[in-house]
């Protein structure tokens, strides 16, 4: 089983739609978690840290379920320039708390 | 500014020859790391390195080396036994290892084979 995986998407939504991406982590010992967002033929890029209690950033709320192992990324009012792949990062034991990262979930917001 | 710094954008590598990529961050972080992307998939760990002067691998250095002399410094070699060396290598850096702190990646640098 991979450390972190994800929906594989990709997910097609029209612009106002609300969104939600899954990630299940395989570590129960894991602490950190986070979500990126790349763009195409560009570099990863911090969307938001992963609190326990939940957290929200304007139109982004990100949950973390402890028990089940799952971190969620919920996206309100898409927009078009929500379109990229979006990352789940988890730290890992096996690198010295290094971060994994998912295979990344496609999302194109269609006018 | 501050930031991590990844030259060059584009570079081209012929048969049998050394290629070296360079990774500087004026961040006064730690911990460095070099990714490879290939198209559609996701990141893979080459090397990282949490201290200077120390380096472990990651899932797939094999074909690759680096070096960490100075703290902000920490520059990828893809040699002539890397096979398939067409990718997007990402550099990443982080506070230090066993932070809570996430990683800031420079913006990459594009391999081809000529």
């Known amino acids: 089983r991979k450390e972190v995986e994800q929906d594989p998407g990709p997910f097609n939504v029209p612009e106002g739609a609300t969104v939600a991406f899954n990630c299940t982590y395989s570590?129960?010992?894991?602490?950190?978690f986070f979500w990126y967002r790349q763009d195409c033929r560009k570099e990863p890029k911090l969307l938001m840290s992963v609190y326990s209690s939940g957290n929200e950033d304007g139109r982004f709320t990100a949950q973390l379920n402890r028990a089940s192992q799952y971190i969620s990324l919920l996206i309100r009012d898409s927009k078009l320039s929500d379109s990229a792949t979006y990352l789940c990062v988890v730290n890992s034991v096996k690198y010295g708390q290094n971060f994994v990262f998912g295979p990344g979930t496609r999302l194109s917001v269609l006018p | 500014d501050g930031g991590i710094t990844q030259s060059p954008k584009y570079l081209f590598r012929k048969e049998g020859q050394n290629v070296t990529l360079s990774c500087e961050q004026n961040l006064n972080h730690d911990a460095m790391y070099w990714y490879r992307q290939d198209p559609g998939q996701g990141l893979r760990l080459i090397y990282y390195?949490?201290?200077?002067?120390?380096?472990q691998k990651g899932d797939i250095a094999e074909g690759y080396s680096v070096s960490r002399e100075k703290k902000e410094s920490f520059p990828l070699t893809v040699t002539s036994a890397q096979k398939n060396p067409t990718a997007f290598y990402l550099c990443?850096?982080?506070?230090?290892?066993?932070?809570?702190?996430?990683?800031?990646f420079g913006d990459g640098t594009r391999l081809s084979i000529l």
């Open positions: 390195s949490q201290i200077v002067n120390d380096f």
């Open positions: 570590n129960s010992a894991s602490q950190s």
């Open positions: 990443a850096s982080r506070q230090r290892t066993d932070s809570n702190q996430p990683q800031h």
